[in-house]
Nanobody, 122 residues
C-alpha cells in the first residue's frame, strides 16, 4: 500500500488548511485511515481517524472542534480539514492505514504516508 499525503503549508494563527491522503495498491475492500503528527523533538501523536464501517470518527482532545476528518471511499482518500490553527499545531502530519474496517487506537498502523509539513506562525 502506498499513501500520498498533500496539503501542508505555512499559515497564520487562526488559519485553515486541508490535508489529503490517497491510498493506492493492495488496500483491500475495507480499511481505516487516520492522521498522526510529530512536532520537532516530540513523539508522534494521534490526531484523528475514520473507520470504513459506518464512518465513525476519532479525535485527539487537542483538536476536537477544530479538525474534521472525512473520507471518499470511491477514491480511497482521506482528508483532514484543520481550522483555527494554533502555533502548537505545527508539525509534520502523517496519514496512516490499518487493514481493518474499524479503526483501532491500540494497533500500530500497517502503513504510513511520507508526511506533510504544517507550520503555523504566531
Amino acid at each position: 500500500v502506498q499513501l500520498q499525503a498533500s496539503g501542508g503549508g505555512l499559515v497564520q494563527t487562526g488559519g485553515s488548511l486541508r490535508l489529503s491522503c490517497a491510498a493506492s495498491g493492495r488496500t483491500g475492500s475495507s480499511f481505516a485511515m487516520g492522521w498522526f503528527r510529530q512536532a520537532g523533538g516530540k513523539e508522534r501523536e494521534f490526531v484523528a481517524a475514520i473507520s470504513w464501517i459506518g464512518g465513525r470518527t476519532y479525535y485527539a482532545d487537542s483538536v476536537k472542534g477544530r479538525f474534521t476528518i472525512s473520507r471518499d471511499n470511491a477514491e480511497n482518500t482521506v482528508s483532514l480539514q484543520v481550522n483555527s490553527l494554533k502555533p502548537e499545531d505545527t508539525a509534520v502530519y502523517y496519514c496512516a492505514f490499518q487493514y481493518s474496517g474499524t479503526w483501532y487506537q491500540t494497533r500500530v498502523p500497517n502503513y504510513w504516508g511520507q508526511g506533510t509539513l504544517v507550520t503555523v506562525s504566531s
